[in-house]
Nanobody
Framework: QLQASGGGLVQAGDSLTLSCAAS????????LGWFRQAPGQEREFVAA????????????YFADSVKGRFTISRDNAKNTVYLQMNSLKPEDTGVYYC???????????????????WGQGTLVTVSS
């Protein structure tokens, strides 16, 4: 089970940190991703961080639209993944979902169909 939190209403240029706490799975064995869905639009990839087991651990991936503004990190001791969002823009508005995957290839991290576990989402609204 994944529980996302930290969403809210902010102004353009502000920062916000989302958290996603995991339970019921071996957290260290999962890569974690953040996706978002704006009203009337399809869900899109935002960021991801890989899992271990001999592969590059903690490697991060970002959508071009958030590179340089967003950071993803994980705390395995707390079974939590974070999305630090800086310099927020109105186009960042949407419901943000965290998800867990056992994907191996970097490309797979960018697609929701490779994530079998999803959280309930948290709403981020950025006003101009």
């Amino acid at each position: 089970q994944l529980q996302a939190s930290g969403g809210g209403l902010v102004q353009a240029g502000d920062s916000l940190t989302l958290s996603c706490a995991a339970s019921g799975l071996t957290f260290n064995n999962y890569g974690l991703g953040w996706f978002r869905q704006a009203p009337g639009q399809e869900r899109e990839f935002v960021a991801a961080i890989t899992w271990g087991s001999g592969r590059p651990y903690g490697r991060t991936y970002f959508a071009d639209s958030v590179k340089g503004r967003f950071t993803i990190s994980r705390d395995n001791a707390k079974n939590t993944v974070y999305l630090q969002m800086n310099s927020l823009k109105p186009e960042d508005t949407g419901v943000y979902y965290c998800a867990a995957t056992r994907a191996l290839s970097p490309n797979a991290y960018h697609y929701g169909r490779y994530y079998p576990h999803w959280g309930q989402g948290t709403l981020v609204t950025v006003s101009s």
